[in-house]
């Protein structure tokens, strides 16, 4: 693991780190995926958001996942576009249909805390479950916990 990730932080050096992203290299980042959701990471974490939504927005159209999950929590937090609860659920959920383990997890968290939806268990249950079968051992505990509280 950590020589993939040297690679690929050799890789978004090449790029360039904080350099606005045209269109030759948003092609180039959505041909390989794995790279452009470093770069678009990269961007998000020096706070240039559009960056980061461009190349996240390229890689979801080709259903990255992970690309889904990331543009929810722009959504979610209001993170260089204005809040909107609807439009996280719907890029989480994409995500975790295309099967981000991180936005199953999340919408479990969602559905169970009621902050941007309404508290639904048997969806909570459901997200949590799929995550679990992932392999999150987070999810995992969360379902045991939520079955005995409000399924059982």
Known sequence: MRRRTCVALALLIQFGLAQAVDEAELAALVERPS?????????????DYDSARRIWQALAERDVAEAWFNLGIL?????????DAALALA??????????VKAQYRL?????????????????RHWFAAAA????AEAARRLEALDVTHLR
């Open 35 to 47: 790279i452009g959701l470093y770069k678009a990471y990269a961007e998000f974490k020096m706070a």
């Open 75 to 83: 959504a979610e937090d209001g993170l260089g576009e204005p809040k």
């Open 91 to 100: 890029r989480y959920r994409r995500g975790a249909e295309a099967g981000s």
């Open 108 to 124: 479990g968290l969602l559905h169970l805390d009621g902050r941007l939806t309404a508290v639904d268990a048997v969806q909570a």
């Open 133 to 136: 079968a992932a392999g999150d």
